[in-house]
């Protein structure tokens, strides 16, 4: 979400036809970036000043603007100087970018690329005054440090594939207001605290969120938060998703919060101090406090907002003594207007609490298993799995239990795993079609083509089987190496099963080869 700076525009000209011609394009372009996080080429292929196709160690500082980086094959573990404006180091194919440290450019800066099939490990990464970076990620990212930015300059996040920071902290602040994360794939962190904007399309756990200017969760967003999301002052909350934060605190202080259609924000404590505004945007969405809520502003609720009550029973309008304690205020706005309703909260708790989720390779399949503590209204589960985790396949669907109170345990096996590297997430739906993400999985599963064949010793024919590109070429070979495939006889019963006549060899031992594998048969 690369959001341009208008500052030299709308100060350097008077033009009054200017400032709204360029504050149309910023809309537009906002609007965009908001709705797709920036993709990432698929290699690097153009354009490229060094080129690295294997594993390499050298350093890389720019030497004029616009140099561009590729690496596209190997390990790459030197360390990269963004010393120009507008720098790329663009990461492709099953390359792994694992730099050093990383120091980015005055002025414009540099851009780090990975490509679909490529993964990064990252080093703590920390700027100054004036200096920019952008990361647009469509593979897999590992954070070993924290992230973290002062003074003037702007960082920017793009993430279309996996980020994991593990616990360390993103730190976008400073005096830019300009940075901007973009989550439309799989992300977890500890702290977020941003001065600009985030936007999420997909799946975040983190520990808190502190957000100066917008923050929007989409339809599909799901936030997970063990702490306080913070929406500042000025700022914006724009809520279209799930946001769950059971042990914490939505902090609402000053800012608008807009509540749409179909969303399910729930949190242990609701807490607006400021002289904010909750506005349902369209039908319902609803609001879930777990504990107790706390309205010490003039917080106006407007539209069409839901307050649940954790009890179960929707709370009376006035004189409540129930939570969320909605009428505990003391500013001068009356904190009813609109078409604010109560509702209960039974169907609007999350569908299920999950214990754990696992891949694992057990005899060239992959076993997936999880259990639950508790579900509600749970209809079925889903699991997905992906070559690069942007693009998912589902594997199976299994029916959940509906509701219940006690550990159920769930397995099922991807009979067709990919080879590699790959990725597993599950997904819950009730009965209402509201869903749920949990966090992803990854494996790794050697290349192992199997190959069968049989019977050995063998007197007149040999059955082999496979899949059909392993059995494509088949070559028999004696105990001296030469080549008798011409000598016999291959019949072919389908793609993976072909048939072999040995009833004219002479006895002894010889060779079968297929695509990636030597097969010792002995004639009898």
């Known amino acids: 979400m690369n959001t341009p700076s208008l500052s030299p525009l709308f100060y350097s ?17 906002y609007h965009i970036s908001n709705a797709q996080c920036t993709t990432c080429p698929s290699d690097c292929s153009s354009g490229c000043t060094v080129t690295y196709s294997s ?16 690496i596209t094959g190997g390990t790459y573990t030197g360390n990269i100087d963004f010393d120009d404006d507008n720098v790329v180091v663009c990461v492709s194919g099953t390359a792994i970018f694992n730099p050093g440290y990383i120091d980015a ?13 490529a993964s990064a490990t990252l080093p703590a990464i920390s700027f100054g005054s004036s200096r920019y970076l952008t990361i647009d990620n469509c593979g897999s990212i590992t954070h070993s440090g924290a992230m973290t930015r002062t003074g003037s300059g702007n960082f920017f996040y793009n993430n279309n594939g996996t980020v994991d920071f593990g616990a360390n902290a993103v730190d976008f602040n400073g005096t830019a207001t300009d940075n901007a994360i973009c989550n439309d794939g799989s992300w977890t962190s500890g702290d977020i605290d941003i001065s600009g904007d985030l936007t999420n399309s997909d799946s975040m756990w983190v520990s808190n969120i502190d957000v100066d200017r917008t923050l929007t969760n989409e339809t599909n967003g799901y936030i997970e938060a063990t702490g306080t999301i913070s929406v500042t002052v000025g700022a914006t909350l724009n809520q279209k998703g799930i946001i769950y934060a059971p042990t914490g605190t939505l902090d609402f202080s000053g800012s608008t919060f807009n509540v749409y259609d179909g969303s399910l924000t729930t949190v242990d404590d609701f807490t607006a101090s400021g002289n904010g505004s909750i506005t349902g945007v369209t039908d319902c969405g609803a609001i879930k406090v777990i504990s107790t809520s706390s309205f010490t502003g003039s917080v106006l609720l407007t539209g069409n907002v839901d ?7 929707a709370p009376t309008r006035a004189g409540t003594t129930m939570d969320p304690k909605v009428d505990s205020y003391s500013g001068t706005n009356v904190p009813f207007g609109g078409s604010v309703t109560y509702c209960t909260c039974d169907a609007l708790t999350l569908p299920i609490e999950l214990l754990s989720f696992s891949a694992y390779e057990r005899d060239n399949k992959v076993q997936l298993e999880w259990n639950t503590i508790t579900e509600i209204n749970n209809n079925y589960f889903t699991i997905y799995k992906s070559k690069d985790a942007i693009n998912w ?16 345990h769930y397995t099922s096996v991807d009979q067709k795993p990919y080879f590699g590297t790959s990725y597993y997430r599950l997904k819950q739906t009730d009965f209402d079609g509201r869903f749920e ?13 199997i190959v069968t064949v049989y019977p050995n010793p063998a007197k007149n024919s040999i059955t082999i089987m496979g899949n059909s590109l392993e059995l494509k070429d088949i070559v028999l070979a004696n105990y001296l190496g030469q080549d008798l495939t011409h000598s016999i006889q291959i019949s072919k019963e389908n793609n993976n099963r072909k048939q072999i006549d040995v009833s004219s060899l002479s006895s002894g031992i010889y060779f079968l080869k297929t695509k990636t594998t030597i097969n010792k048969i002995f004639k009898e």
């Open 13 to 29: 000209h008077n033009s009054v036809v200017l400032r709204i011609i360029v504050a149309i394009i910023f809309l537009i372009t």
């Open 55 to 70: 594993s390499s160690s050298t350093d890389f500082a720019s030497s004029s603007n616009g140099d561009k980086l590729c």
């Open 105 to 117: 450019a005055l002025g414009d800066g540099g851009t780090i690329q990975i490509g679909p099939s």
């Open 307 to 313: 307050f649940c009550d954790n009890s179960g029973v």
């Open 393 to 408: 396949e589902e594997v199976v669907k299994v029916t959940g239990a509906g509701n219940s109170s006690q550990i159920r």
């Open 437 to 449: 993400y949990f966090p992803i999985v990854t494996i790794n599963i050697a290349n192992k083509e």
